[in-house]
């Protein structure tokens, strides 16, 4: 589907920056000039051919020159799955060493994704492949019931963690479903990183955990930064960057924008929410 048309361009264009690069940088700058720092994703996933993971990699090896460019605040955020997992283990590995040496040579910082729950084991250990460089951070998703185990294990490690409450469809086997208790082990988890990270991201748009991590950045004085996702309370994060907390939003750009656009649609129920985001104004002019 052509993001530049139409009711895709409505629809999508509310947290996507648009199909090219150029796009992303554009929002990018924007959100630079309100202090915040710009997490940029090229869009695509599950891909399962040589020269396409190869092409996305040089495609992020662009970003990378283009933020240095454009002496922009921005970090990078990759999807696994984009770069091989899944499909090809050594073409996955060598790639995000190619992107993370690259980002740490321009001095910018790369982000994992996390994927569905079958890929957690893999990009964990993708992660560990790279733990020494420092310019590089892992998502994990509180709605996981093995979550707590991962984040101990990655803090020992002393590894980067994006805290989410988790996007996909999981199994009550293996994830908690009832919004209340993924809050709960959010919060929990975000608990034990006060505890024992000198350095995390809260990636929420809860403003009830955002409230709850300010209070508890007064006892323990740790480096956090709140991100989010563009488009969904933009304006609230400007706020939050001008009482000079660190704020990231997380900018997606590209062709491949639906499967984000229906997680976006599908989080967790919030219909009438959504559609408020979609129609109420996200400028930060
Ligand atoms: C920076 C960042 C990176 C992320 N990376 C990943 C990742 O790698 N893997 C992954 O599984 N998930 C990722 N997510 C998504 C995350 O898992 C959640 O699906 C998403 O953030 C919604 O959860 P929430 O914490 O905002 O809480 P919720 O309880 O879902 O939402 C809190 C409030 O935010 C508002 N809100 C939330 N979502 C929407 C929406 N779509 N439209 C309108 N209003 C909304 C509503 O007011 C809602 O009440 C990321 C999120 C962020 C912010």
């Given at each position: 589907m052509d993001i530049n048309n139409g009711f895709e361009k409505f629809f999508s264009g509310r947290w996507i920056a648009g199909a090219h690069i150029e796009d992303a940088l554009e929002v990018a700058k924007k959100f630079?000039?309100?202090?915040?720092?710009?997490?940029?994703?090229?869009?695509?996933?599950?891909?399962?051919?040589?020269?396409?993971?190869?092409?996305?990699?040089?495609?992020?090896?662009?970003?990378?020159?283009?933020?240095?460019?454009n002496?922009?605040?921005a970090e990078i955020s990759l999807k696994p799955t984009q770069l091989g997992l899944g499909f090809d283990e050594k073409l996955l590995f060598d790639s995000y060493a190619k992107i993370v040496g690259e980002a740490r040579r321009n001095n910018i910082f790369v982000w994992l994704d996390m994927e569905e729950n079958n890929f957690v084991d893999d990009t964990i250990k993708l992660y560990y492949s790279q733990i020494n460089s420092k310019n590089t951070g892992i998502c994990i998703q509180a709605?996981?019931?093995?979550?707590?185990?991962?984040?101990?294990?990655?803090?020992?490690?002393?590894?980067?963690?994006r805290l989410v409450k988790g996007a996909?469809?999981?199994?009550?086997?293996?994830?908690?479903?009832?919004?209340?208790?993924?809050?709960?082990?959010?919060?929990?988890?975000?608990?034990?990183?006060?505890?024992?990270?000198?350095?995390?991201?809260?990636?929420?748009?809860?403003?009830?955990?955002?409230?709850?991590?300010?209070?508890?950045?007064?006892?323990?004085?740790r480096t956090i930064e709140y991100a989010m996702l563009n488009g969904i309370r933009n304006r609230y994060a400007v706020r939050l960057a001008k009482e000079g907390k660190n704020v990231y939003i997380y900018v997606p750009f590209g062709?491949?924008?639906?499967?984000?656009?229906?997680?976006?649609?599908?989080?967790?129920?919030?219909?009438?929410?959504?559609l408020k985001s979609l129609f109420e104004k996200q400028s930060i002019d």
């Open positions: 630079n000039s309100k202090n915040i720092t710009a997490i940029i994703n090229y869009l695509g996933e599950a891909i399962r051919d040589k020269d396409k993971i190869e092409a996305t990699v040089d495609r992020y090896l662009f970003i990378i020159s283009k933020i240095k460019e002496n922009l605040n709605y996981l019931k093995r979550s707590i185990i991962d984040v101990k294990d990655i803090t020992k490690k002393d590894g980067i963690i996909y469809k999981e199994s009550s086997d293996v994830a908690f479903q009832d919004m209340e208790e993924i809050t709960k082990n959010y919060v929990e988890l975000m608990r034990y990183l006060f505890e024992n990270s000198k350095r995390f991201m809260i990636a929420t748009h809860d403003l009830s955990i955002i409230e709850l991590a300010k209070n508890l950045n007064k006892i323990y004085n062709e491949q924008w639906t499967k984000y656009a229906y997680r976006r649609l599908r989080e967790g129920g919030h219909a009438l929410l959504i």
